[in-house]
């Protein structure tokens, strides 16, 4: 046996893409993850909502991106942010079959392995396109867009986030490309298994205790949904009303957030998963009473672990500000990487970025003083 | 004829402040303006072919109205004015 082949390979150095809302950085780190350099800042001045790395094939960035007058757009790179071209066609809505406008790109998901060059982008207002050419040129996924039921789906004006109603959380299983989930808010997750054709809410014991009905069929709000890599039938959201998980091919959605702490709440905007254990999870809740602050509970900001699939929770905060810190952390902005022990990362609405290298038992402050951040992405960084 | 470009589409222009384009009506000019600079008229016009909330267009100083069909004539001069409001 050769002796090369006795020793693992050496971890790939991690960095975090950075959207915020005055652009973007990068935050690159080393293998050991033990010191980080930004760099940036990319198209100052754009609402940066999300910024992707193609793991096909490691250098391919996408960036959905927006200024506040003059529409929106996708910034590619292929040499992992050293040059960037802008989408030559951005995508947009049929005006043949659609009076509404893109007013923002807010979700970017590499397509299957299999289909290199494939992706998908979720919009505001709720709009699901494709890219078959790296991100240069965006097709309406008709299915959807055109579908009879979107207009039920969706609601109207008064269904979506303060900042739009917008499709997010786009899954494509790594089993097979012709099957996909979106997220909606509002709206509910809808499936499809015919590459978008078609589509079918699966929303079945998701709660939705402002809609009269508050287990309807569809019109749910999840935040963000996040299927497993190891195990692709099970599924894992953070909700407007909780914390949910499914085992497909189950229909019905399992409340995990019932063993949250009362005075923390199992609000919250995202939710990661380990890389390898399906049974670990994080969240990071907020304060969702009363006119929803959207803040730390209390002030004092706690990441949420679970490592039995929901059934219980542990509170990680070692390192956080003990008090007066009346942060948050948004749906897109939280990430693990892919270490033996995996580190986690997120930014938050005051513009820092915390990373955690054994799995979110102690925290540390790895840069300050960015705009507010929309998203956090950690990536492998060869 | 002569068009005026507002600071945030400079990008587009590479810098150049005024620019050449061709057109009988706006929205012949800013199709020749996209042809020279790709991406220039989605910035200025949605795909509903309207132009964006933010932008004005001004032909010899007069607004146009958001009207595309304005015709213009060979020696008007174009100014595209792009707010900058907001925080």
């Given at each position: 046996m050769a002796k090369s082949s006795l020793h693992k390979a050496a971890a790939p150095a991690t960095a975090l893409l950075i959207a915020t809302r005055k652009g973007l950085w990068i935050l690159a780190g080393d293998a050991k993850r033990a010191t980080w350099k930004l760099q940036g800042p990319h198209f100052l001045g754009h609402i940066v909502h999300h910024a992707v790395l193609d793991p096909r094939d490691g250098k391919t960035l996408l960036v959905a991106a927006r200024t506040g007058h003059l529409g929106h757009s996708v910034m590619r790179s292929t040499n992992r942010g050293r040059t960037w071209t802008e989408s030559k066609q951005p995508p947009v809505f049929d005006p043949a079959h659609d009076a509404r406008s893109v007013d923002h790109v807010f979700w970017l998901t590499p397509g299957h392995l299999s289909e290199p060059g494939v992706w998908y982008c979720g919009t505001s207002p709720h709009g699901l396109f494709r890219s078959e050419d790296g991100g240069a040129t965006w097709q309406g996924v008709n299915g959807f867009n055109h579908h009879p039921k979107r207009r039920d789906w969706c609601g109207g004006d008064k269904d979506g986030t303060p900042d739009g109603p917008k499709v997010h959380?786009?899954?494509?299983d790594p089993r097979d490309p012709n099957h996909l989930y979106i997220g909606m808010s509002g709206g509910g997750i809808f499936e499809s298994i015919d590459r978008g054709a078609d589509w079918k809410p699966l929303n079945k014991g998701l709660l939705a205790t402002f809609m009269p009905d508050p287990y309807p069929e569809y019109g749910q709000d999840p935040h963000c949904i996040r299927l497993h890599p190891a195990l692709p039938d099970r599924l894992y959201q953070q909700n407007h009303c909780g914390i949910f998980r499914i085992d497909r091919p189950s229909d019905m959605w399992i409340d995990?957030?019932?063993?949250?702490p009362k005075k923390v709440g199992n609000i919250g905007f995202p939710m990661t998963l380990h890389p390898r254990d399906p049974d670990t999870a994080w969240v990071f809740p907020m304060d969702g009473s009363?006119?929803?602050?959207?803040?730390?509970p209390g002030g004092k900001p706690a990441v949420y672990r679970t490592t039995n699939g929901g059934k219980t929770w542990q509170r990680q905060d070692k390192g956080?500000?003990?008090?007066?810190?009346w942060w948050t952390v948004k749906r897109q902005a939280m990430s693990a990487d892919g270490h033996d022990v995996p580190g986690l990362y997120f930014g938050t609405t005051s513009g820092e970025i915390w990373g955690s290298k054994n799995s979110g038992d102690s925290w540390k402050c790895?840069?300050?003083?960015?705009?507010?951040?929309y998203a956090v992405a950690a990536c492998a960084w060869r | 004829m002569r068009v005026l470009i507002p600071n945030p589409l400079l990008s587009y222009t590479k810098q150049a402040r005024a620019v050449e384009a061709q057109g009988v009506t706006l929205d012949q000019l800013t199709r020749d303006l996209d042809r020279q600079y790709p991406g220039i008229r989605f910035r200025i016009i949605d795909e509903h072919q309207r132009v964006r909330r933010h932008i004005k267009l001004f032909v010899n100083r007069d607004q146009?109205?958001?009207?595309?069909a304005a015709p213009l004539k060979p020696d008007d001069e174009i100014m595209i004015v792009a707010a900058l409001s907001g925080g």
């Open positions: 959380s786009i899954i494509v995990i957030g019932r063993s949250m009363d006119v929803w602050p959207r803040t730390s956080f500000p003990a008090q007066q810190a790895l840069a300050s003083h960015l705009p507010h951040v | 146009a109205d958001d009207n595309l």
